[in-house]
Structures are given as structure tokens and as C-alpha cells.
């Protein structure tokens, strides 16, 4: 009898123990993912932070402009809303080269105009205010797991002020 009861509780303790350490390693797994898609995202935010508010030669297109641009090799792209709609998986570097993390994970990128009073509003995409809302959110297997925001705007002024020089020259970028 002895010997049933410490099988029985054994069995017991043995399915306890295997449950508990499948939820620990799968709340690992899942912090561990979590993790990278923070990196992922924001390697992406900082990317497109250095680039122009505006398109260079003041072209009024909303999104990428010229055939080197379309090609979606993101080295090409030169003003924050280059990146709209931009979208890669496996992550690719700036130069096109692929990640070699799985094709699970996947980055997309939308840039929208928003109200510099209510940065939550929308606008419509030709209504530059000022003020653009860039999104990255970072997927594995079709979930998403983060989006970062950031918002960059046309109303900072160059104050770096030039060698031997006090003097800021208070441009537009």
C-alpha cells in the first residue's frame, strides 16, 4: 500500500513539476522574443530619426519618389516618409543585407501626418502641418509583438553653431 501511495504521489509531483517548467520556458521564450523585438524596433526608429523631414529637392510626393527609391532598399530612401508603407522579413539591413533571424519576424514601417496639438489625430496625407507620426511594429509568426512611435517635425532649428562661430544660423533642416 505503502509502496502505491509513493508511486501515485510521485506521478503526481513528476506532471506538477514538467507543467511548471513548460510555463517557465515558454514565459522565457517569450521575454527573450519581446527583448529582440525591442531592438529590432528600435534600431529602426533611430534609422529613420536621421533622416529629413522633407524630401531634399522639395518634392511635394508623400512617400517614396523615383525609381531608386521604389526598389524598397532602404539605403535609397532619404526623408522620413520614404519609409511609409516600407515592410521586410526577414529584418534586412540598410543596405538590403538579410538578417539571420528566422522569417518569423517581420518590421513595418507607416508614417503619418498628425496634429501638432493632438498627436493622436490623423490627418489626411496630403495636410502637412508640421508634424509626422512614424510607427514601427515588429511581428513574429504573423503576431505582433511591439510598435514604437516617434515623431519627428520641420520646426527644429540648426543650432550647431559653425567652427569659430558663437552664432547659431537658426535654419530650417
Do not use: C
Not at 489626411?124 to 510607427?135: A, C, L
Request: glycine share 6%; net charge negative.
Amino acid at each position: 500500500l505503502e509502496g502505491v501511495v509513493s508511486r501515485h504521489l510521485v506521478g503526481v509531483l513528476l506532471v506538477t513539476s514538467l507543467t511548471t517548467l513548460g510555463v517557465a520556458t515558454r514565459a522565457g521564450t517569450t521575454s527573450s522574443r519581446r527583448a529582440q523585438a525591442v531592438l529590432l524596433a528600435s534600431d529602426l526608429i533611430d534609422e529613420i530619426l536621421l533622416q529629413s523631414y522633407l524630401e531634399p529637392d522639395l518634392t511635394p510626393t508623400f512617400g517614396t519618389e523615383g525609381r531608386v527609391e521604389r526598389t524598397g532598399i532602404r539605403a535609397a530612401f532619404d526623408d522620413v516618409d520614404d519609409y511609409h508603407d516600407w515592410t521586410a522579413s526577414p529584418p534586412q539591413a540598410k543596405h538590403g543585407a538579410v538578417s539571420k533571424l528566422s522569417s518569423m519576424w517581420a518590421r513595418e514601417v507607416t508614417v503619418k501626418h498628425v496634429d501638432p496639438h493632438e498627436l493622436t489625430t490623423v490627418l489626411k496625407q496630403n495636410d502637412d502641418r508640421g508634424v509626422k507620426r512614424i510607427r514601427v511594429t515588429v511581428n513574429f509568426g504573423g503576431r505582433k509583438l511591439i510598435h514604437v512611435d516617434a515623431i519627428q517635425t520641420r520646426a527644429w532649428l540648426d543650432m550647431i553653431p559653425h567652427p569659430g562661430d558663437d552664432h547659431t544660423t537658426s535654419n530650417l533642416p
